[in-house]
């Protein structure tokens, strides 16, 4: 049970910089009243701030702090469950977020989220829904039960019920299961490649079991017949071989021979054409001059035609000459053409030789291949195969067995989640539980003259009878037979909590609850009800008619505004 002590807040809403507590399990019931506006409902928005973050009014976080000291907003909430004594502690500028365990802060986790998850789920073990169902009754913000959604109302009675254990147990479990299928998609992917790996394996024991006497033939014949085709090679190199360097040697002698006579005959060519050339010059001279070029005196005829016949019988002899040379240039060129066509064709020889030699080189190694193959041990090779195809065989068993019992967990887990599922587990026990609700909803409803005959059902959707039988729905009541059903649901709420021990308080306040629909019978009806509660409850009733309450309650409590700051009054 939650037993709430004191709750002490400053520079909140509408209060100062001075702390106003509030002992909260001081007296049995107490009467809080003021003006419009005094901060009566204040002490509601800081004890649900404190412990969720948020008020019981639609208020923004930022419109929470004290609007003219605008600093050091801070809200305190102490209470008990068991023996252990908690103290909650939150503030807006600066940030404060504190939860205090018999006088010792719990470790603040990296994130505020975090943090309220351990004081909702591990020490009030409700959530704001919930806890504003409980404990909670107003006219403002409050949104009532039969308002919610089907998703919220089942969330309120799994709380009470105590039965939300099993969405976590479900959340973990979903958790697991997907760790399961991540190990299970991880083992068939290794039991592919295992079975690959064997496959491989038995087609080399295959191969190597093929390697029968036929087979040693078949590479003895492969190295006889590499063998002949190296005795070949080597008998045509033997013959390309004869006398081959000295045939080479003296033809290329004879072409550097010949290639100098070119040169010479060329130089002889080129003297020729020279003097040819001069002497047409000298020629041409004499025909076209009458007097010497050096003394500059007449020649006589005879002298001149004695000068041009020397100088053309020189001429016809270089002519006669350069023609012999170009005959004997065009024989020298035709045996150059020749000896290189002889040395080419050595040459090629040379060429054919050396392939020889590659493929002898290249038979070789082919023998070598096969003579190492027959060499090796076959046998030793087979049973060494074997054994890596049992290796391969165990893990394969290891791999499969773990598959299988990976698969019975995932089967075994997905029997589990469809028990853990709201269709399960969860729904067998609200049934149980949804007479006795009924039943309790449906007593309130009688002790606040409200005869009608109230009834929830598994999806928690509400059928409503009159005396009658006609079927309502609860919009279809006024306000005031509205709030006789939230009333009456709240009661409810609280009497399934104190016999689950759930999430059982000894805090219930009601806002502003007298002063809204209920009619003069039906706050003499509440009045009944709340004096029937246990002395463990400490009522705290929000109203702003206080004349109409005075003398009901132990102890009254009154607030008022000075200079724009609500202040409670001694």
């Given at each position: 049970?939650?037993?709430?002590?004191?709750?002490?807040?400053?520079?909140?809403?509408?209060?100062?910089?001075?702390?106003?507590?509030?002992?909260?399990?001081?007296?049995?019931?107490?009467?809080?009243?003021?003006?419009?506006?005094?901060?009566?409902?204040?002490?509601?928005?800081?004890?649900?701030?404190?412990?969720?973050?948020?008020?019981?009014?639609?208020?923004?976080?930022?419109?929470?702090?004290?609007?003219?000291?605008?600093?050091?907003?801070?809200?305190?909430?102490?209470?008990?469950?068991?023996?252990?004594?908690?103290?909650?502690?939150?503030?807006?500028?600066?940030?404060?977020?504190?939860?205090?365990?018999?006088?010792?802060?719990?470790?603040?986790?990296?994130?505020?989220?975090?943090?309220?998850?351990?004081?909702?789920?591990?020490?009030?073990?409700?959530?704001?829904?919930?806890?504003?169902?409980?404990?909670?009754?107003?006219?403002?913000?409050?949104?009532?039960?039969?308002?919610?959604?089907?998703?919220?109302?089942?969330?309120?009675?799994?709380?009470?019920?105590?039965?939300?254990?099993?969405?976590?147990?479900?959340?973990?479990?979903?958790?697991?299961?997907?760790?399961?299928?991540?190990?299970?998609?991880?083992?068939?992917?290794?039991?592919?490649?295992?079975?690959?790996?064997?496959?491989?394996?038995?087609?080399?024991?295959?191969?190597i079991q093929k390697l029968t006497q036929e087979n040693r033939k078949e590479y003895e014949?492969?190295?006889?017949?590499?063998?002949?085709?190296?005795?070949?090679?080597?008998?045509?190199?033997?013959?390309?071989?004869?006398?081959?360097?000295?045939?080479?040697?003296?033809?290329?002698?004879?072409?550097?021979?010949?290639?100098?006579?070119?040169?010479?005959?060329?130089?002889?060519?080129?003297?020729?054409?020279?003097?040819?050339?001069?002497?047409?010059?000298?020629?041409?001279?004499?025909?076209?001059?009458?007097s010497c070029p050096v003394c500059d005196q007449a020649l006589a005829d005879g002298h001149?035609?004695?000068?041009?016949?020397?100088?053309?019988?020189?001429?016809?002899?270089?002519?006669?000459?350069?023609?012999?040379?170009?005959?004997?240039?065009?024989?020298?060129?035709?045996?150059?053409?020749?000896?290189?066509?002889?040395?080419?064709?050595?040459?090629?020889?040379?060429?054919?030789l050396s392939q020889n030699n590659i493929q002898i080189d290249s038979f070789q190694k082919?023998?070598?291949?096969?003579?190492?193959?027959?060499?090796?041990?076959?046998?030793?090779?087979?049973?060494?195969?074997?054994?890596?195809?049992?290796?391969?065989?165990?893990?394969?068993?290891?791999?499969?067995?773990?598959?299988?019992?990976?698969?019975?967990?995932?089967?075994?887990?997905?029997?589990?989640?469809?028990?853990?599922?709201?269709?399960?587990?969860?729904?067998?026990?609200?049934?149980?539980?949804?007479?006795?609700?009924?039943?309790?909803?449906?007593?309130?409803?009688?002790?606040?003259?409200?005869?009608?005959?109230?009834?929830?059902?598994?999806?928690?959707?509400?059928?409503?009878?009159?005396?009658?039988?006609?079927?309502?729905?609860?919009?279809?009541?006024?306000?005031?037979?509205?709030?006789?059903?939230?009333?009456?649901?709240?009661?409810?709420?609280?009497?399934?909590?104190?016999?689950?021990?759930?999430?059982?308080?000894?805090?219930?306040?009601?806002?502003?609850?007298?002063?809204?629909?209920?009619?003069?019978?039906?706050?003499?009806?509440?009045?009944?009800?709340?004096?029937?509660?246990?002395?463990?409850?400490?009522?705290?009733?929000?109203?702003?008619?206080?004349?109409?309450?005075?003398?009901?309650?132990?102890?009254?409590?009154?607030?008022?505004?000075?200079?724009?700051?609500?202040?409670?009054?001694?």
């Amino acid at each position: 049970m939650i037993k709430f002590k004191s709750v002490k807040y400053k520079n909140f809403l509408s209060t100062g910089n001075s702390y106003t507590e509030i002992n909260l399990n001081r007296t049995k019931s107490t009467l809080v009243v003021g003006q419009n506006g005094a901060g009566k409902s204040t002490m509601l928005d800081a004890i649900s701030f404190a412990l969720f973050g948020r008020p019981h009014r639609n208020i923004n976080k930022p419109q929470l702090i004290n609007s003219i000291n605008q600093k050091a907003c801070v809200v305190e909430v102490e209470f008990s469950v068991g023996s252990a004594g908690f103290r909650i502690v939150r503030g807006i500028k600066p940030g404060i977020f504190e939860i205090w365990k018999n006088g010792t802060m719990i470790n603040q986790s990296s994130h505020a989220k975090e943090y309220q998850k351990i004081l909702e789920q591990n020490i009030l073990k409700l959530n704001h829904k919930s806890f504003h169902q409980v404990v909670v009754l107003g006219s403002s913000s409050f949104i009532p039960f039969m308002q919610l959604s089907a998703g919220h109302r089942r969330e309120v009675i799994e709380d009470l019920l105590d039965i939300n254990v099993f969405s976590k147990m479900n959340n973990i479990l979903r958790d697991k299961q997907s760790i399961l299928k991540d190990q299970l998609k991880d083992l068939t992917y290794q039991t592919d490649i295992n079975k690959n790996k064997i496959d491989t394996q038995n087609k080399y024991i295959r191969e190597i079991q093929k390697l029968t006497q036929e087979n040693r033939k078949e590479y003895e014949s492969k190295i006889h017949a590499s063998q002949n085709s190296i005795s070949e090679l080597q008998r045509k190199n033997s013959e390309l071989s004869l006398g081959l360097q000295e045939s080479i040697g003296q033809t290329e002698k004879e072409l550097s021979t010949l290639h100098d006579q070119r040169q010479e005959l060329l130089l002889g060519s080129q003297d020729r054409s020279t003097n040819i050339s001069n002497l047409s010059k000298r020629i041409g001279f004499f025909e076209e001059n009458e007097s010497c070029p050096v003394c500059d005196q007449a020649l006589a005829d005879g002298h001149k035609h004695n000068i041009l016949e020397g100088l053309e019988e020189e001429r016809r002899h270089h002519k006669s000459s350069l023609k012999e040379i170009g005959k004997r240039g065009t024989v020298v060129e035709a045996e150059i053409s020749d000896t290189g066509s002889l040395l080419q064709s050595l040459r090629s020889r040379v060429s054919e030789l050396s392939q020889n030699n590659i493929q002898i080189d290249s038979f070789q190694k082919q023998i070598q291949e096969y003579q190492s193959y027959l060499d090796k041990n076959v046998t030793a090779d087979l049973e060494s195969a074997q054994d890596d195809l049992k290796s391969l065989s165990d893990l394969r068993n290891n791999l499969l067995e773990n598959k299988f019992e990976l698969s019975e967990n995932i089967s075994y887990n997905s029997v589990i989640a469809e028990m853990l599922k709201d269709t399960g587990i969860k729904t067998k026990i609200i049934k149980q539980y949804l007479p006795v609700i009924n039943n309790l909803v449906n007593q309130y409803l009688q002790v606040l003259d409200f005869f009608v005959h109230f009834d929830l059902n598994e999806s928690f959707q509400e059928t409503i009878r009159s005396r009658h039988r006609d079927e309502f729905t609860y919009d279809s009541f006024s306000e005031g037979e509205k709030q006789r059903i939230d009333l009456a649901l709240l009661f409810t709420w609280r009497q399934i909590a104190n016999m689950k021990n759930s999430v059982a308080t000894n805090l219930l306040i009601l806002d502003e609850t007298f002063d809204s629909s209920l009619d003069h019978e039906g706050v003499d009806n509440l009045l009944k009800i709340l004096h029937t509660l246990g002395d463990d409850t400490n009522i705290f009733v929000i109203s702003h008619k206080g004349e109409i309450l005075d003398g009901k309650f132990n102890e009254k409590l009154e607030f008022k505004k000075e200079k724009n700051f609500s202040k409670m009054v001694a």
